[in-house]
């Protein structure tokens, strides 16, 4: 099969789209991937892997977030074997502070949770917080919720060795829009722009991992929609050695030496204008880590793929259409693992019982019916 006719064309070049890119061609599969022009979200997210808290937002994600936590040293050393690139894997841990005695309560009463997954935790006193992460502002700090197992990663670092993986496995990338999927033959075709004409990519089988834009892609029906997230970046202040936690908002210093404050869920569509609320995330900083109050920073806003369930899409949408879609908060945690397994239902065309619950048809009148 010539290298203008894949077997399979993975259409995004976010996390998820390199993720089953690599994946599908440690099995063997001849695989393009069109980087499309949409930005990816990946490109501005946070690189946590971080299963608890997300499992307080959403607690049907949690035994996968923690699997998919426990799988990452797996996915690690198999990377390793083809890209040099470093991903800046650290298990800095991570620390969930209260700063009212509701909270204090709310986060104490979440302990259970962490042991019944397995996750390592405990309750420190303010001094103690402090004394873990120094610089944490200590004015009506009632304590915190220490678990040690959650990590993160360098997020353009990751994205740079998955490229440079799929580069070394016989993968190629085209760099097009994608405009169109429909049947053709036994397999697809991908109708591509690219400076200003018109090409078809034909494969047996596409990938849609458009992440927010994979419900705007024509010859599918993917319930998937934007949720704009804004972050700052400070370049240069000391920041915490663990992830930060106060409510929705997280802190933490990233393997390159910034430090990311985040992050803001608006529905505003597919607007990427940074606005007046990404400088709405320092007020946090006035208890959260006073010293970052009046540093500048850089604003950077993404937009997550996401169900109305805020669970991923994974699984066939169509003849010849499979879909890796709406990790939501959770890239960079979840699609390591949820690639190998939707890999191996694209090549061997059987079904993985992990991924039952993340089912396309599971968001259309019919799939709600029939639930």
């Not at 996750?119 to 610089?135: F, N, T």
């Not at 370049?235 to 936690?245: A, E, F, L, T």
């Amino acid at each position: 099969m010539s290298e203008d006719q894949p077997e399979v064309a993975v259409l995004g070049a976010g996390i998820a789209g390199l993720s089953i890119a690599w994946q599908l061609l440690r099995r063997g599969v001849a695989v393009s991937v069109v980087s499309g022009v949409e930005p990816a979200a990946s490109a501005v997210a946070a690189g946590m892997l971080a299963p608890m808290p997300e499992t307080e937002i959403n607690p049907a994600i949690g035994r996968v977030a923690v699997a998919a936590l426990r799988a990452y040293p797996e996915f690690l050393d198999s990377l390793a074997e083809d890209t040099d690139l470093r991903t800046g894997f650290y298990r800095c841990g991570l620390m969930r502070v209260a700063y009212s005695d509701e909270e204090a309560v709310a986060i104490r009463d979440s302990v259970g949770a962490y042991e019944a997954a397995g996750m390592p935790s405990r309750w420190l006193d303010a001094r103690g917080c402090v004394s873990e992460a120094p610089g944490l502002g200590g004015a009506g700090l009632r304590g915190g919720l220490v678990s040690y197992e959650e990590a993160q990663v360098q997020a353009d670092w990751v994205l740079a060795a998955l490229r440079d993986a799929i580069s070394h496995r016989g993968g190629t990338f085209v760099e097009a829009e994608v405009a169109a999927v429909t049947p053709k033959g036994t397999g697809v075709a991908v109708r591509l722009g690219a400076a200003g004409s018109t090409e078809e990519l034909t494969a047996t089988t596409a990938v849609v991992a458009m992440g927010s834009w994979s419900g705007m892609l024509a010859g599918t029906s993917l319930q998937v929609s934007p949720v704009k997230g804004q972050l700052l970046t400070f370049d240069g202040p000391r920041g915490p050695r663990p992830i930060v936690y106060w409510g929705h908002n997280y802190l933490l210093t990233k393997p390159d030496a910034t430090v990311v404050l985040g992050a803001t869920m608006e529905d505003a569509g597919y607007a990427l204008d940074v606005d007046a609320n990404a400088e709405s995330l320092r007020d946090a900083l006035d208890q959260l880590w006073p010293s970052l109050r009046a540093e500048p920073a850089l604003a950077r806003a993404g937009l997550r793929p996401a169900a109305a369930d805020r669970l991923p899409v994974i699984g066939w949408a169509g003849p010849g259409v499979y879909a890796f879609t709406a990790h939501f908060r959770n890239g960079f945690l979840l699609s390591p693992m949820t690639a190998a397994l939707a890999a191996t239902e694209v090549v061997g065309g059987g079904k993985e019982e992990a991924l039952a619950r993340f089912r396309p048809d599971r968001l259309s009148a019919e799939g709600s019916a029939g639930a």
